[in-house]
């Protein structure tokens, strides 16, 4: 069920950006705008919906890591798969200090796994295994998808917005900024931030939570990793640029200060109540906590 209703979504993003590309087209060109616009239409559809996952991977600047490199991380990032039944996803590491992590990837088969240099120096081995569960969680639950292509269009809206200021007032003076650009560029931040909020609920990350913790059979490695990456995201807050304001939601702790337009992007629930709910999970001896 929650898949499929991840698939009803991710087909009405696309359907937006369509209706988007096609509205702006046919404004500026008329009917020989409209045809460009199908064809830009087809082809952003097919690059949102192809290379989204490499959207937040550039803006975390990850790199693809060998086993050679961090063989602790290929180990327990194989033996949950396997546990799962699962592919063995593509492993990126950031060069990032603040702790975070993060999956993306349109399905299973082509899903890949990224934490930052500084999660890996705070997190024990249980700890990291984790987060590595939740993470995981994310790709079997569907989430990666509707994710992914929700990053992909708010960051075509935000491109958009920025290109807009390029476009000439049309009258005498014309490095005047143009007034409609002005109102355009007002409009589309905050509609690429509500889009996000609209297609990704917050309850998701509960959800990955507690099937991360199945995964893991150890809930309170998770809910004393997420103390911990919280007190990073807190203290070492990553700078609100276009790119990571619009791939934020999907690390496993918001990497902005929470405040001003990052505020508008959040889609992570309180931490504290993430924690509570782990460690609920832990005490009800329910099949999630460890043996």
Not at 22 to 33: A, D, K
Not at 238 to 253: F, G, K, N, R, V
Request: charged share 15%.
């Amino acid at each position: 069920m929650h898949s499929h209703q991840n698939g009803l979504k991710t087909a009405a993003l696309l359907g937006l950006l369509t209706a988007m590309i096609l509205g702006v087209g046919y404004w500026f060109g008329g009917s020989g705008g409209l045809i460009v616009a199908v064809v830009l239409s087809l082809a952003m559809n097919a690059a949102t919906y192809f290379w989204s996952d490499k959207l937040a991977l550039r803006a975390m600047r990850a790199r693809p890591v060998s086993e050679a490199e961090f063989p602790a991380l290929y180990q327990m990032v194989r033996e949950l798969a396997a546990g799962a039944r699962q592919p063995m996803p593509r492993l990126y590491v950031s060069p990032t200090a603040q702790p975070n992590a993060f999956a993306t990837g349109r399905n299973p088969a082509n899903a890949a796994v990224c934490v930052t240099q500084g999660i890996t120096q705070i997190l024990d081995y249980r700890e990291l295994r984790g987060v590595i569960g939740h993470e995981l969680s994310h790709v079997y639950n569907r989430d990666i998808l509707i994710s992914s292509v929700a990053a992909g269009l708010a960051g075509i809206i935000t491109m958009l917005a920025n290109l807009a200021w390029f476009l000439p007032l049309g009258g005498d003076d014309e490095d005047a900024p143009n007034p409609a650009v002005l109102l355009m560029m007002l409009i589309l931040g905050p509609l690429a931030a509500t889009i996000i909020q609209l297609a990704i609920s917050r309850n998701r990350e509960y959800q990955a939570d507690a099937s991360g913790a199945g995964l893991t059979r150890d809930p309170l490695a998770l809910a004393s990793a997420l103390r911990k990456i919280h007190a990073g995201t807190q203290r070492m807050p990553l700078p609100a640029d276009s790119q990571l304001t619009s791939t934020a939601h999907l690390m496993i702790d918001n990497p902005l200060r929470g405040a001003g337009i990052a505020a508008l992007f959040s889609t992570h629930p309180p931490m504290q109540e993430r924690v509570r709910r782990l460690e609920q999970l832990a005490t009800s001896g329910g099949p999630a906590a460890r043996p």
